[in-house]
């Protein structure tokens, strides 16, 4: 079984910054990609980004993109979510995901971390 944790949730004010991290910790962890969700109470859970783990390739919600970065780190497994100029809108639960083949272009993916909040004041 694999474990995500993530950690790097916090309270910024709008403009400012967090790095988010996920680690994956159990068997042999070998993911097709992994990538990060947000939701907010009463809405559904929301793509964010992702990263292909084989060839760092990227992809991100049209939102954020030029404001966050998601990157990874093979040997340490893993993966980061830089997130610049935030807004009240990004404030949120982020959750780690990580998918093992190519389901997750249906979004469907085989582990979850447990969230971290992150809360952007005005």
């Known amino acids: 079984q694999v474990q995500l944790v993530e950690s790097g949730g916090g309270l910024v004010q709008a403009g400012g910054s967090l790095r988010l991290s996920c680690a994956a910790s159990g068997r042999t962890f070998s993911p097709y990609v992994m990538a990060w969700f947000r939701q907010v109470p009463g809405k559904e859970r929301e793509f964010v980004a992702a990263?292909?783990?084989?060839?760092?390739?990227?992809y991100y919600k049209e939102s954020v993109k030029g404001r966050f970065t998601i990157s990874r780190d093979n040997a340490k497994n893993t993966v980061n979510l830089q997130m610049n100029s935030l807004k009240p809108e990004d404030t949120a639960v982020y959750y780690c995901?990580?998918?093992?083949?190519?389901?997750?272009?249906?979004?469907?993916?085989?582990?979850w971390g447990q969230g971290t909040q992150v809360t952007v004041s005005s």
């Open positions: 995901a990580a998918a093992l083949d190519s389901k997750w272009t249906r979004n469907e993916y085989d582990y």
């Open positions: 990263i292909r783990w084989s060839n760092g390739n990227t």
